[in-house]
């Protein structure tokens, strides 16, 4: 049996929720906050599910550690994110003070840990986040690409069921 450091343990439970949030039909992204030695919350995608920009599986988790500690700052935590955050998930990582984000894969399209931007450590801010990024990438990114090629698929399937007359009316 493989032994996995710290890093890809909880890395590990950062992909069982984005598992949580594909079973659901959102983009599998997940997340988990931990504090000490203990995951004190969990978040996965639930954009599509609530209907809200809002529900990134980021700030379901802070949102989750900040009733737990009790505390809007974060500063003993750190997040284990399957893919890289956007600039709204990275702005409340910077407002939270969590000092340590560790990030399965990159997203080159619209990431804000190194990608596009780097608000997570950049030096105007008064809270620079230390950053280590391709923990368990390959098992991070291809879940996306899975998702991504079924979902692609799906629309496929869908265009190609329509009959001329409903393709006639839609123009």
């Known amino acids: 049996m493989k032994k996995y450091s710290t ?10 929720q984005a598992k949580k949030a594909a079973a659901i039909g959102d983009v599998p992204i997940g997340c988990v906050i931990v504090a000490g ?4 919350a ?18 379901l988790a802070i949102a989750k550690a900040c009733r737990v500690t009790g505390d809007w700052r974060l500063e003993q935590c750190t997040m284990y994110i399957t893919l890289e955050p956007c600039q709204m998930c990275a702005g409340a990582i910077v407002q939270a003070r969590i ?23 950049m030096k105007e801010f008064n809270h620079q986040v230390e950053v280590s990024r391709g923990i368990l990438e390959d098992e991070c990114s291809e879940m996306l690409r899975a998702f ?9 399937e869908e265009k190609t069921a329509r009959t001329p007359a409903e393709t006639a009316d839609k123009k």
């Open 99 to 121: 000092p340590r984000v560790v990030i399965g894969s990159m997203n080159p399209k619209a990431g804000c840990a190194g990608s596009v931007l780097n608000l997570l450590e």
């Open 148 to 156: 991504f090629r079924e979902l692609r698929k799906k629309q496929k």
């Open 7 to 16: 890093d890809e343990k909880f890395m590990k439970e950062a992909i069982r």
């Open 37 to 40: 030695d203990r995951v004190i």
């Open 42 to 59: 969990r978040g996965y995608n639930k954009r599509n599910r609530k209907g809200t920009v809002l529900a990134h599986a980021e700030l």
